[in-house]
Each structure stands twice: as C-alpha cells, then as structure tokens.
C-alpha cells in the first residue's frame, strides 16, 4: 500500500465574484521513502497542493471534491483533532522563506519543545534533549545554545536547517518541502538540499519537493509531476521526465535551463505567461503558448495517458513524437 | 543598558526644555498678573514698583531663566486663589487623578485584549459584529456625553451609584488617599473609570483586533498550524505577544492622553483631582497653577513614554536594550 495516495483533488477558491478551480482532478501515489517533485511555473498550483495535503487551505480555498489517503486514513474527512494529530507529527512540512517561518518573539527552543509536547507525553528536559539531538543531526553547531536564541539572531540558512530540524523531531512518514531554497543564498542552496537528500534517505522519510528548479528535482527526487494551471500535465519517474519529455510544456521547461543554452545566446523561454485562475483558457490550458495546438487543444481538455515511460496530458503526443520539429526543438 | 538610559533621559530632558519653554510663554499671555493679586485701588506708580520688585520688567530671557531655575528646585510658582505652592496643590489632587486613570487602565486593559481577540479570530460572527458596532458608538460618543448618560441612567434613575465626588478614602501615604480601600471608595471610582474609558476601549479592541488579525495571517502562525500546535497556544502565545508589541507603543501615548481627558471626566463628576482643579484654574485665572499643571502633564507623559519604551524592549526580543548604545 502506498503511504499518499491522491485521488481527483480538486480545490476551489471562493472570491467575491466567483468562484475559481485551483487544483483540478489531482491524482498521485507515494510510496513510503519515495521522493516526489512537484514542477511548474508560479500560479501552477504546486504550493495549493502541499497545502491541501495537510488539509492546511485558509479560506477562500477548500477542498472541493477528492481523497487524499493518507496511511489509509482521508485527511479530507478528519476532524480537527486527528488533523492536528496529523500535522507535525505524521506529515511535516518545511516553509518557504525561513526569515519568516519562525515566529519573532519566541525562542528556537520554545518552538521546537512546543511541537514535541503538543504529539508527545514528555517533560520538558526530555523535549529539549531531543530537540538538542535533531539539531546535531542537521549539522547545527553548539546546539545547547542555540535553544535560548531567537530566530533573528540566526542565519537564514541556520534557521531553514532548524525549520528542517522542526520537521524530523518526531520522524514523520512524509515532509512537504515548498521551495525549501527559494529564499537562500545559492552557496546555502546546495547545502541544504544534500542535507534533506542525506536525512530522507537515512531515515526512510517520504519526500514531496515542490520547486520550480528542475536541477534540484533531478538531483533530489526518483518521481516528478508537472503541474500547468491546476493539472497534472506529465508525471514519471524523474530521469525520464528530464531526459525525454513528452508534453510540449515540459520540454519547454528543460529547454529554458540556462544549460541548453550556449554561452552568449539568449536563453530560450516560452512564450507567454501561465493564464491566472479566473481566465484558463477552454481546452488544453497550455493551448495558447503551445505551438502545436491544433483545434481539438482548443476545445477539449486532454486526458492524462501513459505514454511510453511516462504519463503525459496531451492530445497531440503521438504526433509530436514523430515530428520533426521536435526533434529541431531538443536539438 | 546604562547607555540607552542615558540617552532617553537626555531625550526627556529635552522634551521638558520645550514644555517649559511652551508653558511659561504661555503664562505671559494669561493677562496681566498684578490685576489678580492687587485690588483696582492701587495706584500706577505703586503697580510699576510691584513689577519691577516681581521681575515682570526684565527681557523674556531672564524671566525664564529665573522660572526654569525656580522649577529645577521644585518651584512652580505660587497659586493665587490657594496661596500655596502651586506644585503642592498639584500633588495634592493627582492621587486622585491617577487613580481615575488606573481604574480606566483596568477596564481597558481588561477588556480590549479578549474581546480584540476574540473579534479577531471569529470576525465573522454576530457577537463580533455587535462589538465592532458598538466600538464606533464608543468612540463617537465625547466622553462628557457618555458621563451624563451614565449619571442620568445609573445614578438617578436606578441610583445604582453615587453621581459625584470620591466618596470614603483612606489615607495611604502622603497626600495619596485611595478609592480602593473601602466598598463607598469603589462604587464612586467606577463611573466616572468607565466614562473615562469609554473612548480608548473601543479605539483598543479595533487595534488589538486589526493588528491580531495581520498577525494570524502571518507565515509563522500557518507554521505553527503546520506543526500541530493546539489552536488556543497559537491564539495565546504566538499571535498575542506579536499583537502586543505595536499595541504597547500606542497604549503609552494613550496613558498620557488620558491624564489630558480627566478634565472632562473630572468636571462632570466633580471628582477632586488634577483636571477637575485645572479648569477650575482656568476660570480663576490662577496662571501659575495652569503653567505648573502643564508641566506636571508633560512630565507624566514623557514618564509613561520613556517607562513603555523600556518594557518594549524588554517584550521585543529584537530590541536589544543591553545592545542599544547611541
């Protein structure tokens, strides 16, 4: 059985006028241990989707339709209760931007105790040894002393390893990383990545990075979803979504990295912008950018279909395969 | 530590400097003093020699410095209608007076955090909704308004409490005689504390609540959610301290302001204290009691300012007082 299973999650968001689809029929598994990237441009709706995850959407948005089982159990069904039983404890997700997860007024120390005593009978010396413990597994020195300073006084990279501390104390079966690196320096980058990878592996931790950084999911993850406009657009095992993309969106993506590029030419990007969620175009979503739609794009929205290695949402994939232009577009 | 005191009271010193400055020029243009200590019989030459014998010839500058030099020792002048120190018949009505303002600091205090938190966390409800509206009746109403409202309503219809004066008290220490001493002290303080109030509590449920509800859209309170943490933890510990900070700051300069707005609350209920004796002050022409009045008013705001700063820093982990040099 599979640790995460996802099944046509779709989440809502209420405006004032309207009411807009965020997330549409979202369907994935995780293994337990498994390593999943969540890919696409901002607004794709990759952050939606680690929220939702955790049941975590403040309003306007919710869940509408869909399952999200969890160790068997429906996180969309649980009460508050079981869902703070959840959230820390068996699921643990690392933040954005470490220079404002942590909350200003307390002390690293309270808020790693604070998490261990609301999952776990322990006194307080008992919380703070393994608090101490976690941080030395993150490579954070003199840890003792960190526990009495507030989070301003640490490096934005010391705070992301103690976020990513947080998350280990009481060994969760899964942690959500959304854009874990986004916010840090590119030297801290690297740094914290091997440190994620080294730490899933050692201590058996399913992983789900979301990013837009196709390096760090080909280095990080074994699976990857490509996520356009609410959808999952391709989805695979990550050495063939990065090798051999099917979807004309994803081989967009692995065309506009810097490295297929050679020196002093313009970086090739896609045309465009991703649509916002008021205004999706009907059809493919993509169909506008993409130039290969043909009028079926326009007006019918694709299923997603194994195709070779991979699962990709495309009418057009078997024409493209045998396309030139494909050829000249990976060349 | 020893540096960032040193720099606040330089500071407050210099904040005086213009209050005094402020004061004693207004106590050039109260009118002509000697028509208030000598009867119309006295004739123009025996004036001129009380003037000069008074100073009230000499530059602007002299004149101040003197004053400055005479408050420096305590020295405030004398009252004409009390023939006493005026800084005596100060200290005599502020117990009073501070007294009228703790009670109201109670209420407010008492009452603006819960019921700002709870307007906070359940905006949407209909208990929410009443409190809101009730605060933009609070603060519309001038507080003389709600004073006699509450006079007609509480003391003379239901006769629930007395409608003026400070009723028992009991000598403390000094001049300080309490309200909080005796059954009849209470029931006299409480009105005119809830008139007091009755414009700061409102303005602080609307900022307790604004200020709680940017805090509970913040990343690290959804951090907190993320971890598990229980809901009443994430209201009371996380989002509530960060409420407080901006809500500390303001609540300083209100404390000050509310020693100012005693004189109507005072006047209506004819409380002996300081603003009560500064309007009165003004109706007699008493200008050294007004110019000593202001000063003590000042110097009880940069007071309660400088005080509000250091309990900042020492609620705020991010203002290091040891740190904070020049």
């Known amino acids: 059985m599979s640790l995460l299973s996802v099944r046509d999650l779709t989440v809502k968001f209420a405006m004032r006028d309207q009411t807009v689809t965020a997330l549409n029929g979202i369907s994935f598994d995780l293994a337990k241990g498994e390593r999943l990237g969540i890919v696409g441009e901002s607004g794709a709706g990759k952050s939606i989707t680690g929220f939702s995850l955790m049941n975590l959407l403040s309003r306007p948005g919710y869940i509408d339709t869909g399952k999200i089982l969890f160790e068997g159990e429906d996180v969309v069904q649980m009460n508050d209760k079981r869902l703070r039983n959840l959230r820390g404890n068996r699921m643990a997700m690392i933040f954005q931007d470490p220079m404002v997860t942590l909350n200003p007024v307390l002390t690293i120390g309270q808020q790693m105790i604070e998490t261990l005593m609301a999952h776990r009978k322990l006194s307080h010396e008992e919380a703070r040894q393994i608090a101490i413990v976690k941080l030395r597994e993150v490579y954070i020195p003199s840890p003792e002393e960190r526990l009495e300073q507030y989070p301003h006084e640490l490096s934005g990279g010391m705070r992301q390893r103690i976020i990513i501390a947080i998350a280990l104390l009481l060994d969760p079966q899964l942690i959500i990383a959304d854009e874990p690196t986004t916010a840090l320096d590119v030297t801290i980058q690297a740094d914290i990545m091997e440190l994620m990878l080294e730490l899933c592996q050692s201590n058996q931790v399913g992983l789900i990075l979301i990013t837009h950084d196709l390096g760090v999911v080909s280095q990080m993850t074994e699976r990857t979803l490509v996520m356009y406009a609410g959808r999952i657009i391709e989805a695979g095992r990550t050495r063939e979504i990065i090798n051999d993309p099917q979807h004309p969106y994803t081989q967009g993506l692995i065309n506009a990295l810097p490295q297929q590029t050679l020196p002093g030419q313009r970086l090739k990007q896609i045309p465009g912008n991703m649509p916002g969620l008021a205004s999706i175009p009907a059809g493919c979503a993509f169909n506008p950018r993409c130039k290969y739609a043909t009028d079926l794009c326009r007006s019918r929205v694709p299923e997603i279909v194994h195709y070779g290695e991979v699962e990709v949402a495309c009418h057009e994939v078997q024409r493209l395969n045998s396309d030139e232009d494909r050829q000249e577009a990976r060349a | 530590m020893f540096a960032y005191l040193a720099k606040r009271v330089i500071q407050a010193v210099a904040v005086m400097f213009v209050i005094s400055l402020?004061?004693?020029?207004?106590?050039?243009?109260?009118?002509?003093?000697?028509?208030?200590?000598?009867?119309?019989?006295?004739?123009?030459?025996?004036?001129?020699?009380?003037?000069?014998?008074?100073?009230?010839?000499?530059?602007?500058?002299?004149?101040?410095?003197?004053?400055?030099?005479?408050?420096?020792?305590?020295?405030?002048?004398?009252?004409?209608?009390?023939?006493?120190?005026?800084?005596?018949?100060?200290?005599?009505?502020?117990?009073?007076?501070?007294?009228?303002?703790?009670?109201?600091?109670?209420?407010?205090?008492?009452?603006?955090?819960?019921?700002?938190?709870?307007?906070?966390?359940?905006?949407?409800?209909?208990?929410?909704?009443?409190?809101m509206g009730l605060s933009i009746v609070g603060i519309s109403i001038p507080v003389f308004l709600t004073a006699i409202l509450m006079i007609f309503v509480f003391s003379v219809e239901y006769g629930w409490f007395p409608s003026y004066g400070r009723g028992d008290t009991v000598q403390v220490w000094g001049y300080w005689q309490t309200n909080f001493a005796t059954a009849d002290g209470w029931l006299h303080i409480i009105l005119p504390s809830i008139a007091l109030a009755s414009i700061m509590l409102p303005l602080f449920v609307r900022l307790i609540r604004a200020e709680m509800m940017e805090v509970l859209q913040s990343e690290y309170v959804k951090y907190a959610k993320a971890k598990g943490i229980n809901p009443w933890r994430i209201y009371f510990v996380h989002a509530l301290k960060n409420t407080l900070l901006p809500v500390i700051t303001v609540g300083g300069v209100q404390i000050g302001t509310m020693v100012a707005y005693t004189i109507l609350t005072e006047t209506v209920f004819q409380w002996p204290g300081m603003g009560f004796m500064f309007l009165e002050a003004v109706n007699r022409v008493d200008t050294p009691l007004i110019v000593a009045y202001l000063i003590v008013v000042g110097f009880i705001f940069v007071v309660t300012n400088t005080i509000v700063d250091l309990i900042y820093g020492l609620v705020n982990p991010t203002v290091n007082i040891a740190r904070m040099g020049a």
């Open chain 2, 22 to 131: 402020i004061a004693f020029a207004i106590q050039g243009n109260l009118g002509d003093p000697l028509r208030e200590l000598v009867g119309q019989s006295v004739s123009e030459e025996v004036r001129q020699q009380l003037r000069d014998e008074m100073g009230l010839n000499d530059s602007f500058v002299t004149q101040y410095l003197r004053f400055a030099g005479n408050a420096l020792q305590g020295d405030l002048g004398t009252s004409y209608f009390f023939k006493e120190p005026a800084l005596d018949v100060i200290l005599k009505k502020l117990p009073a007076t501070l007294e009228l303002v703790f009670g109201a600091t109670l209420i407010i205090v008492g009452f603006s955090v819960p019921l700002g938190v709870y307007t906070a966390i359940k905006p949407d409800s209909i208990l929410s909704r009443i409190i």
